[in-house]
């Protein structure tokens, strides 16, 4: 019998025993907790490893302490966790809808997102979401009986549905990816699902602050025009007095992180009992996510947003590194699609089934940035070693 996710279920759960199941039937698997299985497939998948060198904000190979893809799908994660426990959510489902849900990302972050749209419009598009999807269907294929890692439908559906401020999944991209039962499930995805939508805004928001203070991209003066950031240093200032900005940030973004999940669970706790959420099919029918935050915090978030993308994201630094991946990415682009030979075997394989444009667009999406930029050299700079 399986057993409970690690705290006592809430009615609008998914309860493990009640997930609607695998592509795949397999055998075996009657006693295993079908998320916390997801969540160890995922971590031993080769495309999960690849998110150590994969851009967040700030190239990989720029500062060891910047995040990376990784850090962030861990902060997620933990958040993920954090909010479903106060909730008495699934566990198992939020954290590993939160390992999975950039998985889809190509090097250098949304610079590269938006190059690879731009190369593959009128051809199936290009959307993170929609690619971990692709990835964890049928790029990873470690099982000899089928093809992709043969994740849960409710881990499936979260990663179709995954929608943030700055994030929303494009099924026009859905190419090669049938995500029809996904859809007809509902307009929304399981709270799990809606709660890792949550955990990946205060992550971001917040560590994407913190990697802009580390790289002096901005200071103390800057940040006290933020209601998040001064009202929450207030302790810390309190307790450390006159201590530097980099001494204290630490503590500071804590507060603003705890004070956001307390709030969203707050939030959240009152839509689901305002809509009478009695199962997981009364979470996917209810017009709009039942994950929330209240009106103050939602206002305080987005001044934070606006904030970023002013400060830090349009900074001439990121500009410079932005068109810098654009031209790694548009040239290796162009070189397989004139040249799909060139392609590895494996890649080159799926090229009647696929099309060369999908398929170098997998390739390509799959990189790292270390790899991309060796990439380049090996194309491009006559004196590299192939």
Same mark, same amino acid.
């Given at each position: 019998?399986i057993?409970?996710?690690?705290?006592?279920?809430?009615?609008? $759960?998914?309860?493990p025993?009640?997930?609607?199941?695998?592509i795949?039937?397999?055998?075996? &698997?009657?006693?295993?907790?079908?998320?916390?299985?997801?969540?160890?497939?995922i971590?031993?998948?080769?495309?999960?490893r690849? &998110? !150590?060198?994969?851009?967040q =904000?700030f190239v990989?190979d720029e500062?060891?302490?910047f995040? +990376?893809?990784l850090?962030? +799908?861990?902060? @997620? $994660?933990?958040?993920a966790?954090r909010?479903?426990?106060? &909730?008495?959510a699934?566990?198992?489902?939020?954290?590993?809808?939160a390992?999975?849900?950039?998985?889809?990302?190509p090097?250098?972050?949304h610079?590269?997102?938006?190059?690879l749209?731009?190369?593959?419009?009128?051809?199936?598009?290009?959307?993170?979401?929609i !690619?971990?999807?692709?990835?964890?269907?049928?790029?990873?294929h470690? %099982?000899?009986?089928?093809?992709?890692?043969?994740l849960?439908?409710?881990?499936?559906?979260?990663?179709?549905k995954h929608?943030?401020? %700055?994030?929303r999944?494009?099924?026009?991209?859905?190419?090669?990816?049938?995500?029809?039962?996904l859809?007809?499930s509902?307009? !929304?995805?399981? =709270?799990e699902?809606?709660?890792?939508?949550a955990?990946? /805004?205060?992550?971001?928001d917040?560590?994407?602050?913190?990697?802009?203070?580390?790289? !002096?991209?901005?200071?103390e003066?800057d940040?006290?025009?933020? $209601?998040l950031?001064?009202?929450s240093?207030?302790?810390?200032?309190?307790?450390?007095?006159?201590?530097?900005? %980099?001494?204290? /940030?630490r503590?500071v &973004?804590?507060?603003?992180?705890?004070?956001? @999940?307390?709030?969203? $669970?707050?939030?959240?706790?009152?839509?689901?009992?305002?809509?009478?959420?009695?199962?997981?099919?009364?979470v996917?029918?209810?017009?709009? *996510?039942v994950v929330?935050? *209240?009106?103050?915090?939602?206002?305080?978030l987005?001044e934070?947003?606006?904030?970023?993308?002013?400060? @830090?994201?349009?900074?001439?630094?990121?500009v /410079?590194m932005?068109?810098?991946?654009?031209?790694?990415?548009?040239?290796?682009?162009a070189?397989? =699609?004139?040249?799909?030979?060139?392609?590895?075997p494996? %890649?080159? /394989?799926?090229?009647?089934?696929?099309?060369?444009?999908r398929? @170098?667009c997998?390739?390509?999406?799959?990189? +790292?940035?270390?790899?991309?930029?060796?990439?380049?050299?090996?194309?491009?700079?006559?004196?590299e070693? =192939?």
């Amino acid at each position: 019998m399986i057993a409970d996710s690690p705290n006592t279920l809430a009615s609008y $759960a998914v309860q493990p025993a009640a997930s609607l199941g695998r592509i795949h039937a397999e055998e075996g &698997l009657a006693d295993r907790d079908p998320f916390e299985l997801d969540r160890l497939r995922i971590f031993a998948s080769p495309a999960f490893r690849r &998110l !150590q060198y994969k851009t967040q =904000v700030f190239v990989t190979d720029e500062h060891d302490h910047f995040r +990376t893809r990784l850090t962030h +799908t861990l902060e @997620v $994660a933990q958040i993920a966790r954090r909010l479903a426990r106060a &909730l008495r959510a699934n566990e198992y489902l939020a954290e590993s809808v939160a390992l999975a849900h950039d998985l889809g990302h190509p090097p250098f972050g949304h610079a590269g997102e938006a190059t690879l749209r731009e190369l593959m419009a009128g051809d199936g598009g290009f959307e993170h979401n929609i !690619q971990a999807l692709r990835i964890v269907d049928y790029l990873e294929h470690p %099982f000899p009986g089928f093809r992709g890692l043969n994740l849960t439908f409710e881990l499936r559906e979260g990663l179709a549905k995954h929608a943030t401020e %700055f994030d929303r999944p494009d099924m026009s991209a859905a190419a090669g990816v049938d995500v029809s039962d996904l859809i007809e499930s509902g307009p !929304q995805a399981s =709270v799990e699902a809606q709660l890792v939508n949550a955990a990946d /805004r205060i992550a971001y928001d917040c560590h994407d602050l913190e990697d802009a203070i580390g790289a !002096q991209l901005i200071g103390e003066t800057d940040l006290e025009e933020l $209601a998040l950031w001064s009202e929450s240093a207030n302790a810390a200032r309190e307790r450390y007095g006159k201590a530097n900005l %980099f001494a204290i /940030r630490r503590p500071v &973004l804590n507060a603003v992180v705890d004070r956001m @999940v307390a709030d969203c $669970a707050r939030a959240t706790s009152a839509e689901l009992e305002r809509i009478a959420a009695g199962d997981v099919d009364d979470v996917r029918a209810h017009s709009q *996510s039942v994950v929330t935050f *209240s009106e103050t915090e939602f206002t305080n978030l987005r001044e934070l947003e606006g904030f970023l993308a002013e400060r @830090v994201y349009r900074h001439y630094r990121l500009v /410079r590194m932005d068109a810098k991946a654009r031209r790694f990415i548009e040239q290796i682009f162009a070189a397989y =699609v004139q040249d799909p030979a060139m392609l590895p075997p494996r %890649f080159a /394989r799926r090229l009647d089934a696929h099309g060369v444009k999908r398929v @170098v667009c997998d390739y390509i999406a799959g990189m +790292t940035d270390r790899y991309c930029q060796d990439e380049y050299q090996r194309l491009f700079e006559p004196h590299e070693r =192939v």
